[in-house]
């Protein structure tokens, strides 16, 4: 075998070795370390240890063959003994079969001196049971193990200036360089590091590059003009914050609207910097990790949804500033807002917070209706159908933050107080399932923290304070408190639970109420499905005859009623703000005291026989053969 094909093979027997011994958890080198010093007098005992510690070339090199073949040996016989008896041995043989097969090549061939073979001087047996061990040493293990042995290898020099010398030797016989290289199994380029680094007089390996600087560095002037860019650019472009988000730390961030992107800012960067002595430019990548860096409170504006329109109004009013006094006053005026909205959000939580205590006295509710769901809805949606005006289902919500439990109140078309799904979001409709969930429901207390958005046809109404003074007025409750949080930041328990309903819905196929129930039910443990049982009441004709309204109902954010003075609602612009007493009782008319008079029941009026004719013609022929017989029109 020729020198380049045996380097080749010696790599492969690497390869081969690490495959075949990488499933065993014990290594052969070192098993029986501990017997084989017990029986080696004080220098052997030295030679016994890690082939990287080895110094002596003689007399080691023996004992650590020596050592290794007696450990592969009592390796077998525990091996044998283990669960693992059928690989063990097999990937042994398997490695020793490679050895011996490479030993016979390099005898064969020789080592390429005129003359002389220096494989001819070597123990077989001792050879194979030494090139056994170094095959098992990974690479790091191999180049330590090496310049032990170099370290061992040194030959005197002759004068101050003579080159370094190694008279290499293997188990204490003499042999030539490329000999070396082949029992170790390394080429002549790795050699050459190896002694680069042992003439430094270096313990440990340590690559060249470490803790010098890539020759591609940004100087610090670019880096520096990069910096002063992006702040100047956002100084321009940019909408200030008033304060960083809740939880964070740092400036306030700065918003840049979405038509400013990443890639045409780093191009103007870039032109900015040709103008530099001398000139100079940044990739994109290095021009993303420095802003991120160094300027992380600059950002691009995300995609959303349902922004506030007070805060995108103020923000406008910031942007388009033009002297110092006007963007002071419009900063104020949005730190002054997202200081009141932060505060109803902390109020929202503290209410939570106290429901779900031990010792509670309180329970706390929120309520609010959900995007209207359509029937029929695939995840394979027709074309056609896009432009079709689908059956329509409600659903409105109340979730119990302490208790984790939402009620989910879904009905159709057909079950609404006007025609046609009319009338379904009325204060009449939500005043009607709320009494239903608090007489129902068991997790309701005589105190009552209730949330809801601001929402003035459904929730902040004349109607909805009117009920809450009959609910003291009759012994329903004690004390009722309706908060509202600020337009634009009324997301809430109830918004998440609509979510998952909604992920739920869009991954199902529904063509019929019991498809409704279930993707509601399935969506999580949370929800529960609540089909149309309850009656409706014509709650603003019966309260409307004891209560006025509340003037000025919008302005406030807070109401208050209490079973001791169930005529005044206690009014709040804020939360811990200016307390204003309102009567609402009419003169001269006795209050309700029993909550058995109920209101006049409302008697759906059901679907048209137009819309009936449309939902057959148009759309039963979209939903699936087998929903036929029970789709909610029919």
Known sequence: MSGRRRSIAVHGMHDASAALLEEHDENFFGVDAADSDSESDSSASDGDELPAQR???????????GGVAESNSDADEEFVSSDDAELGPSAAEQLAGLVDSEIRDMIDDGCGCQGTNHYSNLDKEALAALMISIRELDRKSLKQYILGELAASIHPPTSASAERRYKYSVLGVSICKRSFHEIHGVNERTMRTLKQHAAKGTAQLSHGNVKQAPHNILSKTVV???????????????????????????PPPVYLSANHNYGKIHEQCNESLAELEPPAEISYRSFRRVWKHHSPSIRVMKRRTDVCAICDRLRQSVSRARTEEQTTKAMDEL?????????ERDYYRQSIAGAAADDNTYSHHTFDFAQQLEIPTHTREVGPLYFKVKYRVQLFGVVSEATHAQWNFLYGEQHSIGPDGKKAHGPNSVLSMLHYYLQEND?????????????????????????LAWRCATGLSEDITLSFMRVGHTRCAVDGYFGLIKQKWR?????????VENAVSTSCMPNKAVLFKWPWYCWDEFLLKFYL???????????????????TIICRKSVGGEVTSIKIA????????SSAALPPVLVPPGITEARRQYLDKDIACYCSATAQGSLPWR
Request: aromatic share 6%; charged share 20%; glycine share 8%.
């Open 335 to 343: 730190k002054q807002h997202i200081d009141q909205a932060n505060a």
């Open 443 to 467: 997790d309701v207390k005589p105190v009552l923290r209730l949330h809801a958005d601001n929402c003035t046809g459904q929730n902040k109404n004349k109607t909805v304070l009117a009920y």
């Open 55 to 65: 110094v002596d070339r003689g007399t080691g090199s023996q004992a650590a063959a």
């Open 224 to 250: 520096d003009n990069v910096v002063q860019f992006i702040k100047t650019y956002g100084n321009v472009h940019g909408l200030p914050q008033p304060a960083a988000p809740r939880g964070h730390l740092g």
């Open 586 to 593: 009419r003169n001269g008319v006795e209050m309700p005291t």
């Open 549 to 567: 309204p509340v003037k000025g109902v919008l302005s406030y954010q807070h109401f208050q009623v209490t079973k001791a003075d169930p005529s």
């Open 507 to 515: 991954n199902s196929d529904n063509d019929t109420f019991e498809d």
